[in-house]
């Protein structure tokens, strides 16, 4: 049997109930994840809200994984971890508010293209609440498509919004 491991990032983020018991009981089911452990997990950090109508601040985090599982096994896991919070993704607004929200950003040095798993996250470059907190555990891992490290495009981020 061979077992192959890579390092995974994923974005953690919640504007719902009680956020910080949400993202610290999904880390929890995360570390419960066959093959799967977490390896670093950043400070919860507030931000505002990206999206339509009135709603509340984001607690958003970033972790480091080391897993056995492929890349479309834990996505599948990341959003069956979603559902057990209550999150109907049929029945809310794409930018609407929400218990849990789990995004795979990185997997390795993986490129995937396919219906239901883009990997990078194709978002995450263009987002500070997920470079911000990414930065802050994983400065050096590097975007393979566009061959440049978190910390420069958390840096390309900063600049942007200034
Ligand atoms: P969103 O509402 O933006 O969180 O969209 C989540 C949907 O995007 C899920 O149903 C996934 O199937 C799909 N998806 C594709 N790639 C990813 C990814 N890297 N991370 C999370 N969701 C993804």
């Known amino acids: 049997v061979t077992?192959?491991?890579t390092t995974a990032h994923i974005a953690l983020g919640s504007n719902l109930g009680d956020r910080r018991a949400i993202l610290t009981d999904a880390l929890?089911?995360?570390a419960r994840l066959p093959a799967t452990a977490v390896v670093s997990v950043s400070a919860f950090i507030e931000t505002?809200?990206?999206?339509?109508g009135?709603?509340?601040d984001y607690l958003n985090a970033a972790a480091e994984l080391l897993t056995d599982l492929n890349a479309a096994e834990l996505l599948a896991a990341l959003l069956a971890i979603e559902r057990s919070h209550g999150r109907d993704r049929a029945r809310e607004q794409r930018w609407g508010a929400r218990r849990l929200d789990l995004d795979l950003l990185l997997f390795g040095d993986v490129v995937i293209d396919a219906p239901g798993l883009t990997v990078p996250h194709p978002r995450m470059?263009?987002?500070a609440f997920v470079l911000e907190?990414?930065?802050s555990i994983a400065p050096n891992a590097v975007h393979p498509r566009?061959?440049?490290s978190v910390a420069a495009m958390a840096g390309v981020v900063v600049h942007a919004a200034v």
């Open 146 to 148: 566009l061959g440049i």
């Open 133 to 135: 907190p990414l930065a």
């Open 28 to 30: 929890a089911q995360i």
């Open 54 to 56: 009135p709603q509340g």
């Open 48 to 52: 505002k809200p990206v999206g339509p």
């Open 3 to 5: 077992c192959v491991s």
């Open 125 to 127: 470059h263009e987002r």
